[in-house]
């Protein structure tokens, strides 16, 4: 049988000693995991019940004295894995200014001095699963880079532009007033400002007013030139489902609602294949032919670029993911030229 020597010099059977340590003691704290030589007593190392236990029972070690943690500034995992830690530092307490090192927020500005102080205290990464990032005063989960957890909730409240993500002004032609509800003139100018091309001839009141809100999303657009110009391209179509056609105006089929994740198995949220830097729904798309979907103006950088180098190769006319021939409607002029 294997032995192990614990820190109090004990050498013992690594098996029998697990046993005896998890099933005839059933430690509830981690001060119960104790040597099991009669008259020893002493409290194990984290060492020692590493090389005894299980991955599992190991564990249960670690989380034994969190269960018992009951204080204000205990924080958990929000993913639910038993990860947690104690906050012992208040913000503010702190003499050192915080440095501002040019990261911005998720509203795309510059990090304000009460933000980063923020971040430096509150801002966390899961030990267990560190792909969640969590703000431990509010356990939203990703941090809210760039607000307080006061300033998140009232910037959630706000319109975002569906490209950018900033916030979109109040005064835009693209949202309806709540005293023109029952104009009909403020209506169509809404729609039309929304370029909405399939109003119903003859509409009434109620059926312009539905239609306004079925589209209310395309009225999620800031002044940005370069989200004014994607909006332009963007279908303003809307899916079944209620959400927005992500494709590109003019295409005779919809590809699919991205939102939902049933458009060839790829969702919103999921980055280009191409760019690599910013999500598929953050600019108008198109499907291939092989089914794979891309940002529309990442297909024509690929085909205007062409081939990289003296060798002339036709790679660029391909699809980055199946190497098939890039074909779509949205993309046939400029690829018939390529």
């Not at 049933?262 to 191409?274: L, S, T």
Request: aromatic letters at 6%; charged letters at 30%; one cysteine or more.
């Amino acid at each position: 049988a294997k032995l192990h020597v614990l820190s109090c010099d004990h050498r013992l059977c690594a098996n029998c000693a697990a046993e005896h340590i998890v099933k005839r003691r059933k430690p509830v704290k981690q001060s119960d995991y104790v040597c099991p030589v009669e008259g020893c007593g002493q409290q194990l190392q984290q060492a020692d019940v590493k090389a005894l236990l299980s991955e599992q029972e190991y564990e249960t070690y670690l989380d034994s004295d969190l269960k018992e943690l009951d204080s204000a500034n205990f924080r958990r995992c929000p993913t639910g894995c038993g990860w947690g830690m104690l906050l012992e530092d208040a913000l503010g307490t702190s003499a050192k200014k915080p440095a501002r090192n040019g990261e911005v927020g998720i509203d795309n500005k510059p990090l304000s001095m009460e933000a980063i102080r923020h971040r430096d205290h509150y801002r966390f990464r899961c030990r267990r699963c560190p792909n969640t990032e969590f703000c431990a005063m509010c356990n939203t989960s990703p941090y809210h880079l760039g607000f307080t957890c006061e300033g998140y909730r009232a910037h959630k409240a706000k319109r975002k532009c569906r490209f950018c993500g900033s916030e979109v002004a109040g005064d835009s032609q693209l949202i309806l007033k709540e005293d023109s509800k029952g104009n009909k003139k403020a209506l169509h100018k809404v729609l039309h400002a929304r370029c909405v091309d399939y109003i119903p001839k003859g509409a009434s009141i109620q059926a312009l007013l539905d239609l306004v809100q079925r589209t209310d999303e395309l009225g999620s657009l800031c002044k940005q030139e370069e989200c004014v110009k994607r909006a332009a391209e963007a279908c303003t179509r809307v899916m079944e489902c209620g959400h927005l056609c992500l494709g590109t105006r003019g295409e005779s089929v919809c590809l699919g609602c991205l939102q939902c994740g049933v458009a060839e198995g790829q969702g919103a949220d999921e980055f280009c294949n191409i760019c690599w830097v910013a999500e598929l729904r953050e600019a108008p798309c198109v499907k291939l032919k092989c089914k794979h979907i891309f940002h529309k103006h990442c297909v024509e950088k690929q085909v205007k670029s062409k081939w990289v180098g003296a060798r002339v190769t036709f790679g660029f006319l391909e699809c980055p993911l199946c190497k098939q021939h890039m074909e779509a409607e949205a993309i046939q002029d400029i690829t018939e030229e390529g």
